[in-house]
């Protein structure tokens, strides 16, 4: 950012510090409602709990699940070109720590994103000094990049995405947010419609490029995979993955139209804590319910909930069909499709994909379908359990290579910036 900060900026800076002292209370009260790690709440003020590794510093940012996981090849590729070049990951959810966790490569640290308060950046930009910041997608904290930039770290701003209405937001402060998006030295746009409005915000665009569309595909646990088959005995998987409310019923109304004894569906709301909802959905219908994070079996059930973290890959790989959720009901814009391609795992969704453009390509090779309905799923559900979409799955998977092969490159060019 330049030195003469905008008048904007400059308030929300005193606003953020005037509202600090408040953080800690606010933080606790959020770890009551199980959003934040008790054991961990430091780091959100910015008080480090591990050492910073000796040498160059690469820091990445992402929000939450996504954008966590997005990272990981990218990650991946700097240990392999600059082993020398220290790993910082940091996330703002509980959620995305679990995954994280057990998916970080080794000498990776995982730490909690400070909240924008100037006391809490200053304590985290003091104890990492980072030579590089990735931010992933739309993270424009004011206080975070400003200390950034001005520490001498070089900062880009990747997959970044910005919907009409955050757009229509910051437009209210052009100097401000143009000053933000000036402290990068490079932005790749999610998608073009992004690249136009940031470009429309002062921001110098790089080009396009979209994380999520080069992650490796999402892992399994061999011996619970094992483990489910042997328990399955055969029988025939339909998955709905990452449920919103309101979805979970229409989808076991379908599902209760074909359902046969050789027949499971699995239901795996995205957040784990509506399990219990879930359940409700499919007694509601008069289907049997066995609930994974119980430790029942999914054995003699119709349906079964998993309402666990980080096991869309074992269920994925179990899956005569996927039914992508957050599609069926408007507001969340759908969710990753390259995470059953990748798989061979055949997938439909609803009308609400807008957050995902690649739809577009998977649906004009005919290598997914959009469903509208209750009627028109169950006739998908029962085409999947006949064996009728081994061809939709292999032109998924097809597209899914190519596109993930398109996005190897970045980290090269990222580490570039530590060179300048």
Not at 177 to 199: N, P, S, T, W, Y
Not at 398 to 413: G, H, K, M, S, V
Request: contains cysteine; aromatic residues 6%; proline residues 6%.
């Amino acid at each position: 950012m330049s030195a003469a900060k905008p008048l904007s900026l400059a308030l929300y800076a005193g606003a953020t510090a005037a509202i600090s002292p408040l953080a800690p209370l606010i933080l606790n009260g959020r770890a009551r409602r199980g959003n934040e790690d008790v054991s961990r709440i430091t780091e959100r003020l910015g008080r480090a709990s591990a050492a910073r590794p000796d040498g160059p510093l690469a820091w990445l940012h992402g929000a939450s699940v996504g954008e966590g996981l997005a990272l990981l090849p990218i990650i991946d590729r700097f240990r392999e070109l600059r082993p020398d070049v220290g790993v910082l990951v940091t996330t703002g959810t509980r959620t995305s720590a679990e995954i994280l966790r057990s998916r970080l490569p080794a000498g990776a640290v995982h730490q909690f994103a400070p909240v924008d308060t100037p006391g809490a950046v200053e304590r985290f930009m003091g104890h990492w000094r980072p030579d590089l910041g990735v931010f992933v997608e739309s993270e424009l904290w004011p206080n975070l990049i400003g200390r950034a930039k001005a520490s001498g770290a070089r900062l880009a701003l990747v997959s970044a995405k910005m919907s009409e209405a955050s757009f229509r937001s910051w437009r209210r402060f052009p100097r401000a947010v143009a000053a933000i998006l000036d402290a990068f030295d490079v932005i790749l746009a999610r998608d073009e419609a992004a690249g136009a409005r940031f470009a429309a915000l002062g921001g110098r665009l790089n080009g396009i490029w979209d994380a999520k569309l080069g992650a490796p595909p999402l892992p399994a646990d061999e011996v619970e995979l094992a483990s489910l088959r042997s328990a399955l005995a055969g029988r025939q998987v339909i998955l709905a993955a990452s449920t919103h409310p309101g979805e979970e019923a229409l989808i076991v109304r379908a599902f209760a139209g074909v359902v046969r004894q050789d027949a499971l569906l699995v239901l795996i709301p995205r957040h784990p804590a509506r399990g219990a909802e879930a359940v409700d959905s499919a007694r509601a219908e008069g289907l049997t319910v066995a609930r994974r994070s119980t430790g029942e079996s999914p054995a003699g059930a119709a349906v079964y909930v998993a309402d666990t973290l980080g096991e869309l890959g074992l269920f994925y790989r179990l899956a005569r069909v996927a039914i992508v959720g957050g599609s069926l009901v408007e507001g969340v814009g759908g969710h990753n499709p390259l995470e059953p391609a990748r798989l061979g795992c055949p997938f439909v969704a609803g009308p609400h994909v807008d957050h995902w453009p690649i739809y577009g390509d998977f649906l004009s090779a005919e290598a997914a379908r959009r469903i509208d309905g209750a009627e028109d799923l169950a006739r998908v559900m029962s085409e999947a359990l006949s064996g009728g979409l081994t061809d939709m799955a292999r032109r998924a998977t097809e597209i899914a290579r190519r596109r993930d092969e398109d996005n190897q490159a970045l980290a090269p060019r990222l580490l570039a910036l530590l060179d300048r």
